[in-house]
């Protein structure tokens, strides 16, 4: 019932996360152009093979061979990606027998995706990135097999307790970030304890990290949060990795727990609830993929803080006590190598000032 992430959007971040140089989409100019041009802001450079009408009668893999020579020339990449479409895939594009006949000395990772598999799952793409990535000889079937099932885990959450679900939902913008600043802070001012957890996607870590950020040890010295955070710097992509670290390193006070990984967020909300069970918080705040967690399970006020307005609803059917929505955080994130502002921590900021 609602537009859901493209199998090829989700192959591009993918190959992002594999630090290929450039992208080559076979496809039309449009295809995925707004991830294509928030790519660009991470200094991979998305071109496309322009594909038209003719094109899809026809055939079109000259126009790739031409676009891998013209990139490599332009770019000279060491790492290269190919990502079908719907147009290049239902005609039946050979991609792999273009790239290997290529005279350029750069790995290609040919991803045949496209935007119309039978599951309707955008990590779909991802899995098919992962394997494309495994024959180039650029990550171990090992770690195709644990990202895999990270990614499989992330569907079945979606379609379980997120906006997957089936039926429509209604977008809601959640609770007022003043009030619920506000309770957090009377909270702390009454002496009672006060447990942060974040459960975030990858780079979305960057702005739901930042309440992590404020001087709660200056504010708080004698009743300062306890930190949770699925920031395991060991576990991940290099590009996934490098993430966690600046997280750690730019928090106000060391995480008290680790859950696992950034890529590991739809099973690090276990470990996060064993925590919480012996932790018994009188406050839970919970940021990122806060329906990871099942909130029955938790003592004491929970909050949630998610980047979708079609999944508080779930997360309040869920039992969460307030939910508060921070908006765009893919898009405000996407290319962050630092944290980046929240809109509900600086409400914090000010109301502790």
């Not at 147009?87 to 496209?114: L, P, Q, Y």
């Not at 399970?297 to 969460?320: E, N, Y």
Request: proline letters at 4%; one cysteine or more.
């Amino acid at each position: 019932m609602h537009p859901r992430p493209s199998p090829i959007a989700a192959a591009l971040y993918t190959l992002r996360d594999l630090e290929v140089d450039v992208i080559i989409m076979h496809g039309p100019a449009g295809c995925c152009f707004r991830t294509g041009r928030l790519l660009e802001d991470e200094g991979i450079r998305v071109i496309t093979t322009a594909m038209s009408e003719n094109d899809f009668i026809f055939g079109a893999t000259e126009k790739l061979a031409e676009t891998i020579k013209e990139a490599y020339d332009t770019f000279h990449p060491k790492n290269i990606g190919i990502v079908g479409t719907c147009a290049s895939m239902i005609i039946g594009e050979n991609m792999r027998k273009v790239a290997k006949e290529a005279d350029i000395d750069a790995n290609i990772i040919v991803v045949e995706t496209h935007g119309g598999f039978d599951s309707g799952d955008n990590t779909a793409g991802a899995i098919l990135a992962l394997k494309a990535a495994q024959k180039a000889e650029i990550i171990t079937q090992d770690e195709v097999e644990r990202q895999t099932e990270m990614l499989q885990k992330a569907t079945k959450l979606e379609k379980t307790r997120g906006m997957a679900k089936g039926e429509y939902i209604k977008p809601d913008y959640g609770d007022n970030k003043v009030k619920i600043a506000q309770k957090i802070i009377n909270t702390l001012n009454e002496n009672k304890k006060v447990s942060i957890v974040l459960n975030a996607k990858k780079e979305t870590s960057y702005l739901f990290a930042d309440i992590m950020t404020i001087q709660w040890t200056k504010y708080y010295p004698d009743n300062i949060p306890i930190f949770i955070a699925n920031t395991d710097e060991s576990i991940g992509l290099p590009y996934i990795r490098h993430h966690a670290e600046t997280v750690n390193k730019s928090v106000d006070k060391k995480i008290d727990y680790i859950t696992g990984g950034l890529d590991e967020y739809p099973v690090t909300g276990i470990k996060a609830e064993e925590e919480l069970n012996n932790i018994n918080s009188d406050l839970t705040i919970i940021l990122g993929v806060p329906h990871a967690i099942d909130v029955t399970k938790i003592p004491g006020k929970t909050i949630a803080v998610t980047d979708g307005p079609r999944l508080v609803k779930p997360l309040r059917d869920m039992g969460f006590d307030n939910v508060v929505t921070e908006l765009d955080a893919h898009s405000k994130t996407l290319g962050a190598k630092t944290i980046v502002e929240s809109e509900f921590a600086e409400t914090l900021r000010g109301l502790l000032e």
